[in-house]
């Protein structure tokens, strides 16, 4: 598969699905590549997922251009999207033009992500000057947890699912390549998708966005148990797996199971004899 841009992403919209995931590091990029994923995305979702915060206020610039720096190590033949923390571009148009060129030129990323609608138009269209592409993201937006009251369904009422579609509408007009839609009842979703000409792309917003995206550690069920939300849907047990493959280890230690003859490293008969020899005169002199 040939490096995919933005501008083909763009280009997808009412074509075939979207495939997105999240990761965050080397081995998780190649992993989603392998797989075959249209745009990996590195998420402030970081926060919670590898580095055990409670919520994705946590994190700043420096880290998400140490994690995409890290995914984009592996030479992704997706499209890589940094997301754009919180305060990064909460601020003027200069300094949020100076945070996403961070995570293109440090962290390798082809695009950011940033969260809200009419309101960011200012500095997004700074970026989108800058000449780096961007992905939208309404709904349920993460760093706007403690204004939304918590991490709740929006857009249920008539009033905030019409501010949306506008609010879509005018990211769009604004040039973004995709919308991400969360936690959006579907409906909403289907008219939004309907209304922009960029794809949207759900999570939690139902089956009529142009593709989806989850959390690579959701799917891959690395969650260790933890709370899912209902959108989630594993395709793995990798936790349990994982659990299981170290208990067996541990066994195999304490057994003296492992290491086995084959997977050890050994000196040559006669050299251990000389060497043997040089370690007992060395003794009997010190004696």
């Known amino acids: 598969m040939s490096k995919v841009t933005a501008p083909e992403i763009r280009a997808r919209k009412g074509g075939a699905k979207?495939?997105?995931?999240?990761?965050?590091?080397?081995?998780?990029?190649?992993?989603a590549d392998r797989a075959g994923a249209d745009i990996i995305l590195v998420g402030d979702s970081v926060a919670n997922v590898v580095l055990g915060h409670t919520d994705t206020l946590s994190v700043d610039t420096e880290v998400m251009v140490h994690h995409t720096a890290a995914v984009t190590r592996a030479a992704p033949d997706a499209l890589v999207v940094g997301d754009m923390p919180w305060m990064?571009?909460?601020?003027?148009?200069e300094d949020t033009v100076r945070n996403a060129a961070r995570l293109v030129r440090e962290?390798?990323?082809?695009?950011?992500?940033?969260?809200?609608?009419?309101?960011?138009?200012?500095?997004?269209?700074?970026?989108?000057?800058?000449e780096i592409p961007v992905m939208g993201h309404l709904g349920l937006t993460p760093q706007s947890v403690h204004a939304m009251g918590g991490y709740r369904l929006q857009g249920k009422e008539v009033h905030a699912a019409y501010e949306m579609i506008s609010d879509a509408q005018a990211l769009a007009d604004a040039g973004v390549f995709a919308i991400v839609l969360e936690g959006v009842p579907d409906r909403v979703a289907q008219i939004v998708t309907a209304e922009v000409p960029v794809p949207t792309i759900g999570i939690g917003a139902g089956a009529g966005c142009d593709g989806q995206v989850l959390v690579m550690h959701d799917v891959l069920g690395l969650g260790g148990g933890e709370y899912l939300p209902k959108f989630v849907r594993p395709y793995a047990s990798l936790a349990d797996d994982a659990v299981g493959a170290l208990e067996r280890f541990f066994d195999d230690v304490e057994s003296g199971a492992f290491p086995s003859a084959d997977e050890t490293y050994h000196?040559?008969?006669?050299?251990?004899?000389?060497?043997?020899?040089?370690?007992?005169?060395e003794s009997r002199v010190d004696r």
């Open 88 to 93: 990064s571009f909460h601020v003027s148009p």
């Open 18 to 31: 979207i495939r997105m995931v999240t990761a965050y590091d080397y081995p998780t990029a190649r992993i």
């Open 267 to 281: 000196m040559p008969d006669e050299s251990f004899e000389i060497l043997r020899d040089l370690v007992d005169l």
């Open 107 to 130: 962290g390798g990323a082809a695009a950011v992500k940033i969260e809200g609608g009419r309101k960011r138009l200012g500095v997004l269209a700074a970026v989108l000057a800058a």
